[in-house]
């Protein structure tokens, strides 16, 4: 038998790939048979991997006749198409789910060729349709919380398919390997609870997993918005943003997300399609601590340092549900031993954020600023003070559960009627205090208009033993 040695070259065109064989004898003798051609044996085919093309057999001789092989003479190999991305739209139509108290937002996926026009507001798959088949576009507002209040405030946009070039937007933008997501930062944002709940925290689990290699599209775009969460956008994509609402251009990917996926407020469970990487609120709350430079990770524990008094930050409002004797309370913190500071979150999160992480406890009524729980170290406590109106539910939901998610101590205080500032708008046998459900039964306007306006002063004596226990959990 007659070895020669045989050099493969690949080349591709217009999606075409093409296999070349050359033979770089100079001479090989006229004897030479077809034979040398030939497969090699079964036991040797199968110690190789298959190669799935057809050689053409335009310069193979007749079997058994002989011939001579010129230098570097090729042998070309039948052109095969390159495989291109499967067309696919898929949108999670599941508006609710176990445990979930609300409808959930639709997100859609795409893949395939994607063209994202923000002229139009629209994302068009290229894709040929079946016949009988709809191609009336679909519309999504990329927000990540549903709600009738928000139709006004969230742009909406077209999910469409394309059968062919001359119905679809024009790419003048072409990404590679990179995966767009395309969310709105209206609705409910400017409040600290929303932009954790409905942006940044469903924003992580639709993202995180890209490594950075990802294109944001923001739409309702507010350019204070981006810069106060600068840290957080700038680690989850290494990319500039685009502005969904002003960019002109057509830009074209492999795989496109419109919409966030989201679980519960402040709260990432398991789930095999939501959640398939098993992200959880610590993975989150690190992922927050890193970007923003957040060193402590760990409270203290009483009696490890020496001198060292624990930290208490009680949040002070401006608005509604202020704590009228403020003063007082922080004394009495502070005569039990705790290194208080009093503070209202402000417009510079990255400021307040390292406040936060140096305190091992975290005070406030139930509202936007205990979101702030967010940047304390794992392990710190938390205490909520519950305003009056029967407000479990939403203490244990919007607050309670996040905590515990993130591994902190929840302490919650039950704000009795005495120290509620209702006793001084309405009478005591109105139904605020009779029946308080009756007011949750009345819809949210009614809840924020009554319950939700209230001041507290708190009975230091009722309140002390709920300080002395975030003491105690301290020395755990």
Same mark, same amino acid.
């Given at each position: ?22 033979i ?12 040398? @051609? ?18 053409s ?16 003479r090729?042998?070309?190999?039948a ?16 508006? $609710? ?14 893949s ?32 990540a919380?549903k ?25 003048n933008?072409?990404?590679h ?14 409040? @600290? ?40 956008l700038?680690? &989850? ?11 002109s ?19 990432l ?17 690190? @992922? ?19 001198? $060292? ?28 031993? @705790? ?5 209202e ?19 406030g009524?139930?509202?936007?600023g ?5 940047? &304390?170290p794992t392990?710190?406590?938390v ?33 009795a009627?005495e120290?509620?500032?209702l ?54």
């Amino acid at each position: 038998m007659i070895r020669m040695p045989i050099k493969l070259r690949v080349e591709s065109e217009g999606g075409v790939v093409v296999f070349f064989f050359t033979i770089s004898e100079s001479s090989v003798g006229d004897d030479l048979k077809s034979e040398v @051609f030939k497969n090699e044996t079964d036991s040797e085919n199968k110690s190789r991997p298959e190669i799935h093309a057809a050689i053409s057999t335009e310069y193979d001789p007749p079997p058994g006749n002989e011939y001579s092989i010129r230098k570097s003479r090729q042998f070309a190999v039948a052109e095969i198409e390159a495989p291109k991305p499967k067309s696919v739209i898929s949108c999670d139509d599941k508006s $609710k789910d176990e445990g979930f108290p609300y409808a959930r937002p639709i997100v859609c996926h795409m893949s395939g060729d994607v063209r994202v026009d923000p002229a139009s507001s629209s994302v068009t798959l290229m894709a040929p349709l079946q016949r009988g088949e709809a191609a009336a576009p679909r519309r999504i507002r990329p927000y990540a919380r549903k709600d009738d209040f928000l139709l006004p405030l969230v742009r909406e946009v077209a999910v469409r398919a394309a059968a062919s070039e001359g119905v679809a937007p024009r790419c003048n933008v072409t990404h590679h390997g990179v995966p767009a997501v395309i969310f709105s930062i209206g609705g409910y944002t400017g409040n @600290f609870f929303h932009d954790m709940a409905d942006v940044l925290v469903p924003l992580y689990l639709t993202s995180f997993h890209f490594k950075g290699k990802v294109q944001f599209f923001v739409a309702n775009y507010k350019q204070w918005w981006i810069q106060k969460y600068k840290p957080v956008l700038r680690r &989850l994509s290494h990319r500039d943003i685009v502005d969904f609402d002003s960019d002109s251009d057509v830009h074209c990917y492999d795989h496109v997300i419109l919409g966030l996926v989201r679980d519960r407020d402040l709260i990432l469970g398991h789930h095999p399609t939501r959640n398939p990487k098993g992200y959880s609120m610590v993975d989150f709350t690190r @992922f927050l601590r890193h970007s923003y430079g957040l060193r402590r990770e760990r409270p203290l524990v009483l009696g490890e340092t020496s001198g $060292k008094k624990p930290r208490m930050m009680i949040i002070s409002r401006r608005g509604t549900r202020k704590v009228l004797n403020l003063r007082r309370v922080a004394g009495m913190a502070r005569e039990l031993g @705790f290194d208080v500071v009093v503070s209202e979150a402000g417009g510079n999160v990255k400021r307040f954020a390292a406040t936060v992480n140096s305190c091992d406890v975290l005070v406030g009524v139930h509202g936007a600023g205990l979101t702030n729980q967010v940047f &304390l170290p794992t392990g710190a406590v938390v205490v909520q003070i519950v305003p009056w109106g029967k407000m479990e539910w939403m203490a244990a939901n919007f607050y309670g559960r996040p905590a515990a998610g993130m591994k902190l101590r929840h302490v919650e205080y039950h704000v009795a009627a005495e120290e509620s500032s209702l006793t001084r708008r309405y009478p005591r046998e109105h139904v605020v205090f009779r029946d308080p459900m009756a007011i949750h039964g009345q819809g949210w306007q009614a809840l924020a208009d009554i319950v939700m306006t209230q001041d507290v002063k708190l009975n230091l004596r009722r309140f002390r033993p709920t300080l002395l226990h975030a003491l105690d959990l301290l020395q755990e």
